[in-house]
């Protein structure tokens, strides 16, 4: 930055009032980051249970759909296991820190205070209804096995409610269109949804299903933008065909022949690319539209193929459950199932059960999300949607004194 030393006479006043003027942005910037620190904002999450904070705890489900018996939680962030689909935090925790906001509450969780934002997310979750919907035993009435994106989305309507009775109209309007929406959900749609459904399967060739999911998933943005919500997240889908679960099922069908379920991967990429380009749509068609998005596939790739680069020494195997890779989802021993194995090591993993990462996958996703740059991250990061023009820095500010416009004021 070059702030002018000298004078020269003639410019006497311009240069004084220059001066001021750089004191007075000065003074301004340090308000601007008061604020920041003082302001109300929120985080809605929608999706699976990757973000699950412990909404299935409340709902009749099957034990494949909770995490909230031991080994979940076992590494002493909370003191019970709570829910989460891990071994300590997941995403939503930690975006919630750097957000400088309390743990965001299940939707589900009794008097849990709205204020600060909801989780509606519910493991085993799709975006289609039909995804994991459960039949009760012995008839066709479907009942409530997990919670998917459009009751998430009606829940939003009660919390909307909820809090204007609390905040008042004018507030809630306000805490909605500053709040960020985290969407992470889609892969029970081609997991569970798709290749485990010999019914989808018959009736859908991939580009159809992939544009039924699309398709969902884009008037959930749309109806959540009619609302007022401006700022969204998304967490893009990973190469699902690596996953423990997966990898094995892999291998029974190759009989032996390894490596990753190719169908799996392949429409999570092809989901991924179909969702990075109906956004840079909805960029334009939508008034104030602003998001993160995430290419973590290539990200979660290369940490499966490298783990020790960052930080672990196991990609390919599950710390928590049985069978080739622990693949075979038994971790607690509340399923069919009830043996179990679990590593000595959690941290060292990729893979803490035989579908979702450790707390420190989930961290460095975090952190990725938190501040990262295009490709991996943009065209914002979730930290230019929570504090956005305001956390310009006083050197930005005087900077942009440079480009010679401060000579005309
Ligand atoms: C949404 O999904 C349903 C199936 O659950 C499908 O019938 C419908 O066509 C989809 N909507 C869009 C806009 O793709
Ligand atoms: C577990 O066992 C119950 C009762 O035998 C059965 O209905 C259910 O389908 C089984 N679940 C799995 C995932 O195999």
């Not at 009760?136 to 909820?162: A, H, R």
């Not at 998001?291 to 596939?297: G, K, P, W």
């Not at 990462?357 to 230019?384: C, F, M, Y």
Request: negative net charge; charged residues 20%; proline residues 5%.
């Amino acid at each position: 930055m070059a702030i002018p030393v000298s004078c020269a006479p003639l410019h006497f006043t311009i240069c004084i009032s220059s001066l001021v003027l750089l004191l007075a942005i000065v003074t301004l910037a340090d308000d601007g980051m008061l604020a920041e620190t003082g302001k109300k904002r929120a985080l809605f999450v929608f999706g699976d249970s990757i973000v699950d904070t412990g909404n299935n705890n409340y709902i009749k489900t099957n034990p494949e759909n909770r995490a909230n018996y031991k080994p979940y939680g076992q590494n002493g962030f909370f003191d019970r296991p709570t829910g989460r689909f891990s071994d300590g935090r997941v995403i939503v925790d930690f975006i919630a820190e750097y957000a400088k906001l309390p743990l965001i509450p299940p939707f589900l969780q009794p008097s849990a205070d709205y204020s600060s934002g909801v989780d509606f997310a519910s493991g085993g979750a799709g975006i289609l209804s039909e995804t994991n919907q459960g039949l009760s035993p012995g008839s066709n009435v479907p009942f409530l096995q997990v919670i998917d994106l459009q009751m998430q989305l009606k829940s939003f309507d009660q919390v909307e409610k909820s809090l204007a009775e609390k905040l008042g109209e004018h507030q809630t309007r306000r805490l909605i269109s500053e709040a960020v929406y985290f969407i992470s959900i889609g892969s029970n749609d081609y997991m569970g949804g798709y290749l485990g459904s010999p019914t989808a399967r018959k009736l859908y060739q991939h580009q159809e299903f992939i544009a039924m999911v699309i398709g969902n998933l884009t008037q959930a943005i749309q109806v959540l933008h009619g609302k007022g919500a401006r700022n969204f997240g998304f967490l893009s889908l990973s190469p699902l065909g690596c996953l423990p679960a997966l990898r094995a099922a892999a291998m029974e069908a190759n009989e032996g022949g390894g490596g990753c379920f190719e169908e799996a991967s392949t429409l999570a990429m092809a989901h991924n690319s179909a969702l990075k380009t109906i956004l840079m749509n909805l960029e334009y068609m939508l008034k104030g539209f602003k998001y993160c998005n995430s290419n973590f596939y290539d990200w979660f790739l290369d940490r499966i193929d490298n783990p020790t680069k960052y930080g672990f020494k196991d990609g390919m195997n599950a710390c928590c459950g049985t069978g080739p890779y622990g693949g075979i989802f038994t971790c607690g021993g509340t399923k069919n199932i009830t043996a179990f194995e679990l590593c000595k090591e959690a941290e060292d993993y990729i893979w803490w059960d035989s579908f979702h990462p450790t707390e420190g996958v989930h961290k460095q996703i975090s952190e990725a999300l938190w501040d990262g740059t295009p490709p991996s991250v943009g065209p914002h990061n979730l930290r230019d949607l929570f504090f956005g023009s305001e956390k310009l820095t006083i050197s930005d500010m005087v900077d942009d004194q440079d480009g010679g416009d401060w000579r005309v004021i």
